[in-house]
């Protein structure tokens, strides 16, 4: 009998050894694999590496449709700062050119790093589209880099760490939102003490989340962390207990375009959520049946992830759907064009995206034990908001130019 349980005893240590071993390799060597897709060179000459670049870019490619359309607008508009007073987000609206019913509104940068995606996208649908044969009914607004601060700093937030994407109303009940869920995960999600890259606590990092996955579903735990809070202002996705300033700033300029159409589309451009290469549509859940209708069936033939599957997740506070309460009397059409890096909708996935997220609102809170530990947080950081493989960046525009010949033929 001793026997007997001394070798299962070591059974059991092996298999726990196994375990271990595989977790800490699969999390740590973890690649989302590379995208198989030939480089179109003519497409990288939009991605730019500074937030002032893609800035000079974007006006640049605005100034030309001064040439092909009447009555074009370039303008900017400062966003108050407590830390940088260059901060500014750019706008170009083009009108209908004749009867006003239609209005496309394409934003970018609403999560500061995701506006360098944000910005190429703008800039060829610009030069690709924005010409001579456009519906004469139909006008354009762009607004380029919502979250300055963010866009230029390499952050997802503003200064004032809050999530744009939560931090969007026309009442101020939206602050007084809960999520008991964030609150059982908030040990885990804000971490205290310089980063260290490679203790242990990070390395077997998987395991934490394993032993929350035994406690909760992945889609439960997804929901918990990712739909915003409005408790900790230190902690990740949180949501503000005021409007930051740009809201108002960028409101004004939307109703004011948007009062002589009927029908307004906005595609807020995003990166990092779901498969890698993948153009993911996929907008807060919509309960009015027309427009569900509607948008389906400008994308016919594409997927929409209306927020009801176990892959993705619902937000408060979303700038798409601030716009429909600010233009209650529109016929309003909100849509996300999501660009997946990490292919999150995986458990490993989506468990690295938020451990890279956690190492980097650490580390700007704590800062970091080496220069080594801090360029490699940021360098995963940045990856995977701005991938640098071209295969990915050639992929994902060549699907939204694709996507974009629809949506000008059925919109």
């Known amino acids: ?25 699969s999390f740590n060597s973890y690649s989302p694999g590379k995208v ?44 108050p700062s407590g830390v940088d007073s260059t901060l500014k987000i750019d706008f170009c609206y083009v009108p209908a050119q004749k009867e006003s019913k239609k209005l496309l509104i394409l934003t970018s940068g609403v999560h500061g790093i995701e506006g360098f995606v944000g910005s190429a996208v703008q800039q060829m649908i610009i030069d690709q589209y924005l010409k001579t044969g456009m519906p004469d009914d139909l006008g354009v607004l762009f607004i380029h880099g919502i979250n300055p601060y963010g866009f230029k700093y390499t952050r997802r937030v503003t200064e004032n760490n809050i999530d744009f994407n939560r931090n969007c109303d026309t009442e101020m009940t939206l602050f007084s939102s809960e999520n008991a869920g964030y609150t059982d995960l908030y040990d885990m999600l804000n971490p205290k003490g310089k980063v260290i890259s490679g203790s242990l606590k990070n390395k077997f990092f998987m395991l934490v989340a394993i032993n929350k996955l035994m406690q909760e579903s992945m889609s439960a735990l997804r929901q918990a962390v990712l739909q915003g809070q409005y408790e900790y202002p230190e902690g990740l996705y949180y949501g503000g207990n005021n409007f930051e300033p740009q809201l108002s700033i960028i409101g004004e300029v939307i109703s ?70 600010l233009i209650p009397d529109k016929f309003y059409l909100p849509m996300t064009f999501e660009y997946g890096t990490l292919n ?44 640098t493989s071209e295969p990915w960046r050639s992929k994902i525009m060549n699907d939204t130019y694709i996507i974009m010949e629809q949506l000008f033929d059925r919109f």
């Open 1 to 25: 009998m001793k026997k007997f349980l001394k070798i299962l005893g070591i059974v059991i240590l092996i298999i726990i050894v196994g375990i271990l071993g595989y977790t800490y390799i």
């Open 256 to 325: 004011e375009k948007s009062a002589d159409y009927d029908t307004i589309l906005n595609i807020d451009l995003h990166t990092g959520y779901g498969a890698r290469g993948v153009l993911h549509l996929f907008p807060n859940p919509v309960e009015d049946l027309n427009v569900k209708q509607k948008m389906e069936e400008i994308f016919t033939g594409y997927q929409i992830d209306w927020g009801d599957s176990d892959d993705f997740y619902t937000i408060n506070g979303s700038f798409s759907d601030y716009i429909g309460k």
């Open 36 to 79: 198989e897709y030939e480089v179109d060179q003519s497409k990288m000459k939009y991605f730019e590496d500074s937030y002032e670049s893609c800035r000079e870019s974007f006006i640049n490619s605005a100034d030309m449709c001064c040439e092909r359309f009447f009555k074009v607008e370039i303008f900017s508009k400062a966003v």
């Open 344 to 387: 999150s909708q995986t458990t490993i996935g989506s468990v690295k995206s938020i451990h890279n997220m956690i190492l980097e609102n650490e580390g700007k809170r704590f800062g970091y034990q080496s220069e080594r530990d801090s360029l490699k947080v940021l360098e995963n950081f940045v990856e995977m908001y701005y991938p």
